[in-house]
């Protein structure tokens, strides 16, 4: 886990000094790079200097919490609102991805919105990792004709030969093998598409089969593969196919 990085953005001089404290009294492992009363001189160092946590006030003059996160867009951070907003705009932040604390500050609840974001930045830097640990695999395995398979107990090297087809749903995907077992991936269908041999044919958005493993066409629009499983394919493809074997 790299260090935390933090900044901190409030126009008042003494709610930000409190709240600088309080961070580096609860959370010594966080390093605050900076402090900001003007959300303008805020925005031009962030722009430069990302932090993993964003501290901000909602009302400041000039630029309020949320201008000051549009003209950050797209940057990569979480976002803890320091507020003194009424009930209906908590609301609002409630059900919102982002964290809050109001004024005055609760050390209780700055504990649950630092801990929340803190758990956040560690599990997608974890996924980071593992996408990168798979890259480096796939790059070395990948003339051995496997498949790297994320699965919910770690990594599956499956080979070419032994996947029927892929059938992908609502983000997963899952591999049916030559051996009658399923294989299921939180990865989703596109994720696979590249590391995949020339027998392998996408016949529809939701599947793609191993066109070693199918055994015939039916006009109704199904291929049937060895193990007698009938897999959809779309009219566009179907011309696909059939042109393959003329």
Same mark, same amino acid.
């Given at each position: ?12 001089? &003494? ?15 966080? &390093?605050?790079?900076?402090t ?31 201008e ?51 758990t ?9 990792s ?7 695999l ?62 392998f ?21 199904y291929?049937?593969?060895e ?20």
């Amino acid at each position: 886990m790299t260090d935390i990085t933090a900044i901190l953005v409030d126009d008042e001089f &003494s709610a930000l000094k409190g709240l600088q404290q309080k961070v580096e009294k609860l959370f010594p492992e966080i &390093s605050i790079l900076a402090t900001f009363q003007k959300p303008e001189d805020a925005i031009d160092f962030i722009k430069n200097n990302p932090p993993h946590i964003l501290f901000l006030d909602i009302q400041m003059p000039r630029i309020d919490g949320f201008e000051l996160l549009s003209a950050l867009d797209g940057l990569n951070y979480q976002v803890i609102f320091v507020t003194a907003y009424n009930e209906y705009a908590l609301d609002a932040l409630k059900k919102s991805a982002v964290g809050y604390v109001v004024k005055p500050i609760d050390d209780d609840e700055l504990k649950q919105a630092v801990t929340k974001a803190i758990t956040t930045i560690e599990q997608k830097q974890q996924l980071e990792s593992n996408n990168k640990l798979i890259e480096i695999l796939t790059e070395t395995i990948s003339n051995k004709n496997k498949i790297i398979v994320p699965t919910a107990k770690g990594l599956s090297f499956i080979p070419q030969e032994e996947v029927l087809h892929l059938e992908g749903y609502e983000g997963y995907t899952k591999f049916h093998l030559s051996n009658n077992t399923e294989l299921l991936s939180s990865y989703n269908l596109g994720k696979f598409e590249p590391s995949l041999g020339k027998t392998f044919f996408k016949c529809h958005k939701s599947h793609i089969v191993n066109l070693e493993k199918v055994r015939s066409f039916e006009n109704e629009g199904y291929l049937v593969l060895e193990n007698d499983t009938r897999v959809p394919i779309s009219k566009a493809n179907k011309k696909v196919f059939l042109k393959m074997f003329r």
